[in-house]
């Protein structure tokens, strides 16, 4: 067996037009895959055949000598000689059937995929569309955390319990749906002492200094809102201010636009006016080198469904920095609690609430940005144990160093690229050993149809493990604030900031804010009391907006 890669330069680069996560997770796998396979030929599926000039071009740059074959449209049936596709995202679907229509087999080779982001409309159709389409049991889509692979579970399930309520269907051919985690390459994230200093210099870091860095795209609606870390760095500020020690905050990444990077620089002055906060650029080696070496803290609390693994906490490891990330996703799965830094709770609410953000965005009413911002404005962070995660580390260098090295040696051991290919290079093994064996599975799913557009969920009930805990009617809530009046002047403050307004359709009014604070001020309650004085009709959607005001940090869990 020999891998194919399916190859398009603006799948393996981060030197494009427009950078995303898969941008970089396809560069650092080429890079891995180039370093570490132990393959005896390489192959690429492409389009084009310069395309396949440019990947042989590649093959070349990394200091391999083995032999380079392309296959295009026109000959495709030569995948056969090689064995197994490897696709770069989790549509295989339209592979199979362009494998039955070349071939005239569906056993010829194997396909093999992988799940970037799975909330966009297109990834979930892709998904999705696996039941219909002629994928095999020697097929395979990566997961890249256990809580992705519930959500791509959940799309699958849906759409087998649609179709069997339609169709009566009693067979399943199902792809198997492995978890392997990206991988990075950990020696790009050491950096020596002199590089530490200088990298303190460029940052104006004194010793009192603790710096805090954020890497990645600076999107509050479809990356990580930044509230919650803003909120936890105030307090931690406030709670060092007697020690004589001060905070900078790097954020390293690039706003799309100027309204989003004043919504940054509004809200910052705003919830953290007593931390500096730096910009820097991530689209710039330089800038980066700068951010990485010369950090003391590494923090990403995200909260977005378009997350699906989060490769920074990782890198992050990797440079020995402590970490304080949101207990969501991916995450859940590379971070050790108490071990590399600390997970701080999600809380989301439960599964029945969202129905109306799902069909606003599948009937294009929501652009996938405000899907994902209306979301996320519904999913919140606990910003109490944020900042005490944060003070923990700023107060101890030696818990800031073990956890550094802790985590760094659990990067270099289960996160390195010579680690994760072999662990691909083992799941396309055992795929060609189904496949030779020719095997099929069966499934027979239940009646009940759940979800009548599989494909256009709930997000609450499809991401539902992305949280630490669902917002339920027992859960019980209780003023952030000292008193009524302190709660409704820093609810109408934070109504002003861009970042919070963008949406208004997830919020309730102004009557309703007023009658849930109200009920808050009575004390400590369970979150279904919140709602006593609403009028039916509106007491799903005001419950749910129970999760706003713990987002915003008004109402906490008791």
Same mark, same amino acid.
């Given at each position: 067996?020999?891998?194919?890669?399916?190859?398009?330069?603006?799948?393996?680069?981060?030197?494009?037009?427009?950078?995303?996560?898969?941008?970089?997770?396809?560069?650092?796998?080429?890079?891995?895959?180039?370093?570490?396979?132990?393959?005896?030929?390489?192959?690429?599926?492409?389009?084009?055949?310069?395309?396949?000039?440019?990947?042989?071009?590649?093959?070349?740059?990394?200091?391999?000598?083995?032999?380079?074959?392309?296959?295009?449209?026109?000959?495709?049936?030569?995948?056969?000689?090689?064995?197994?596709?490897?696709?770069?995202?989790?549509?295989?679907?339209?592979?199979?059937?362009?494998?039955?229509?070349?071939?005239?087999?569906?056993?010829?080779?194997?396909?093999?995929?992988?799940?970037?982001?799975?909330?966009?409309?297109?990834?979930?159709?892709?998904?999705?569309?696996?039941?219909?389409?002629?994928?095999?049991?020697?097929?395979?889509?990566?997961?890249?955390?256990?809580?992705?692979?519930?959500?791509?579970?959940?799309?699958?399930?849906?759409?087998?319990?649609?179709?069997?309520?339609?169709?009566?269907?009693?067979?399943?051919?199902?792809?198997?749906?492995?978890?392997?985690?990206?991988?990075?390459?950990?020696?790009?994230?050491?950096?020596?002492?002199?590089?530490?200093?200088?990298?303190?210099?460029?940052?104006?870091?004194?010793?009192?200094?603790?710096?805090?860095?954020?890497?990645?795209?600076?999107?509050?609606?479809?990356?990580?809102?930044?509230?919650?870390?803003?909120?936890?760095?105030?307090?931690?500020?406030?709670?060092?201010?007697?020690?004589?020690?001060?905070?900078?905050?790097?954020?390293?990444?690039?706003?799309?636009?100027?309204?989003?990077?004043?919504?940054?620089?509004?809200?910052?002055?705003?919830?953290?006016?007593?931390?500096?906060?730096?910009?820097?650029?991530?689209?710039?080696?330089?800038?980066?080198?700068?951010?990485?070496?010369?950090?003391?803290?590494?923090?990403?609390?995200?909260?977005?469904?378009?997350?699906?693994?989060?490769?920074?906490?990782?890198?992050?490891?990797?440079?020995?920095?402590?970490?304080?990330?949101?207990?969501?996703?991916?995450?859940?799965?590379?971070?050790?609690?108490?071990?590399?830094?600390?997970?701080?709770?999600?809380?989301?609410?439960?599964?029945?609430?969202?129905?109306?953000?799902?069909?606003?965005?599948?009937?294009?009413?929501?652009?996938?940005?405000?899907?994902?911002?209306?979301?996320?404005?519904?999913?919140?962070?606990?910003?109490?144990?944020?900042?005490?995660?944060?003070?923990?580390?700023?107060?101890?260098?030696?818990?800031?160093?073990?956890?550094?090295?802790?985590?760094?040696?659990?990067?270099?051991?289960?996160?390195?690229?010579?680690?994760?290919?072999?662990?691909?290079?083992?799941?396309?093994?055992?795929?060609?050993?189904?496949?030779?064996?020719?095997?099929?599975?069966?499934?027979?799913?239940? +009646? #009940?149809? =759940?979800? /009548?557009?599989? &494909?256009?969920?709930?997000?609450?009930?499809?991401? *539902?493990?992305?949280?630490? !805990? @669902?917002?339920?009617?027992?859960?019980?809530?209780?003023?952030?604030?000292?008193?009524?009046?302190?709660?409704?002047?820093?609810?109408?403050?934070?109504?002003?900031?861009?970042?919070?307004?963008? +949406? #208004?359709? =997830?919020? /309730?009014?102004? &009557?309703?804010?007023?009658?849930?604070?109200?009920? *808050?001020?009575?004390?400590? !309650? @369970?979150?279904?009391?919140?709602?006593?004085?609403?009028?039916?009709?509106?007491?799903?959607?005001?419950?749910?907006?129970?999760?706003?005001?713990?987002?915003?940090?008004?109402?906490?869990?008791?």
């Amino acid at each position: 067996m020999k891998t194919v890669i399916y190859y398009h330069p603006e799948a393996y680069t981060t030197s494009g037009p427009k950078l995303m996560g898969r941008n970089a997770a396809g560069e650092s796998f080429l890079r891995g895959f180039l370093s570490y396979s132990k393959t005896t030929a390489f192959w690429a599926q492409v389009q084009k055949p310069e395309h396949g000039q440019h990947f042989a071009a590649q093959v070349k740059a990394q200091g391999r000598t083995e032999p380079v074959n392309a296959v295009t449209p026109q000959n495709l049936s030569a995948l056969s000689q090689a064995g197994m596709v490897y696709y770069p995202g989790p549509g295989i679907g339209q592979h199979a059937f362009h494998r039955s229509v070349a071939s005239g087999s569906h056993a010829a080779w194997s396909l093999c995929g992988i799940t970037h982001t799975t909330s966009s409309a297109g990834a979930m159709d892709a998904i999705s569309e696996l039941i219909t389409a002629p994928v095999q049991p020697w097929d395979a889509v990566i997961c890249t955390s256990t809580a992705v692979k519930d959500n791509v579970s959940k799309l699958l399930q849906a759409q087998v319990n649609m179709l069997q309520e339609r169709l009566g269907i009693g067979k399943l051919v199902l792809p198997m749906l492995p978890v392997i985690p990206l991988g990075i390459h950990t020696q790009d994230f050491v950096f020596t002492d002199a590089q530490k200093n200088a990298a303190r210099q460029k940052l104006k870091a004194k010793d009192n200094t603790l710096v805090v860095l954020f890497m990645g795209r600076l999107s509050f609606h479809a990356k990580a809102h930044p509230l919650a870390m803003y909120q936890a760095l105030q307090m931690a500020a406030q709670k060092l201010k007697t020690a004589g020690k001060k905070i900078k905050l790097v954020e390293c990444g690039w706003h799309a636009n100027e309204f989003i990077e004043k919504a940054y620089r509004d809200a910052a002055l705003q919830a953290c006016p007593d931390v500096e906060v730096i910009t820097l650029d991530g689209r710039k080696a330089e800038d980066r080198e700068t951010a990485w070496a010369g950090a003391d803290v590494f923090c990403s609390l995200s909260d977005n469904i378009q997350e699906t693994f989060g490769i920074v906490p990782i890198e992050a490891m990797a440079a020995g920095l402590p970490v304080v990330v949101s207990d969501w996703d991916g995450y859940k799965d590379t971070v050790r609690h108490d071990v590399d830094g600390f997970r701080i709770n999600t809380t989301m609410p439960e599964a029945g609430l969202a129905t109306d953000l799902a069909l606003r965005h599948a009937l294009e009413i929501d652009t996938y940005d405000m899907y994902c911002g209306h979301t996320c404005s519904l999913v919140s962070v606990d910003i109490d144990q944020a900042a005490n995660a944060f003070v923990k580390l700023f107060e101890s260098s030696s818990l800031r160093q073990s956890m550094g090295a802790a985590g760094r040696q659990r990067a270099q051991e289960v996160y390195d690229w010579k680690v994760i290919i072999a662990q691909y290079e083992a799941l396309w093994a055992e795929q060609e050993s189904v496949r030779l064996a020719a095997l099929q599975s069966t499934s027979t799913p239940p +009646a #009940k149809l =759940v979800h /009548p557009w599989p &494909a256009r969920m709930d997000p609450f009930y499809a991401f *539902a493990n992305y949280p630490t !805990q @669902a917002l339920t009617a027992s859960t019980v809530l209780c003023l952030a604030d000292v008193s009524l009046e302190a709660a409704t002047a820093r609810i109408q403050t934070y109504q002003g900031m861009a970042m919070v307004s963008f +949406a #208004k359709w =997830v919020q /309730p009014s102004d &009557a309703e804010i007023a009658a849930v604070l109200k009920q *808050a001020s009575n004390g400590p !309650q @369970a979150a279904l009391e919140f709602v006593t004085h609403i009028d039916d009709a509106r007491k799903p959607f005001v419950f749910r907006t129970l999760a706003w005001f713990l987002k915003l940090g008004i109402l906490k869990i008791q």
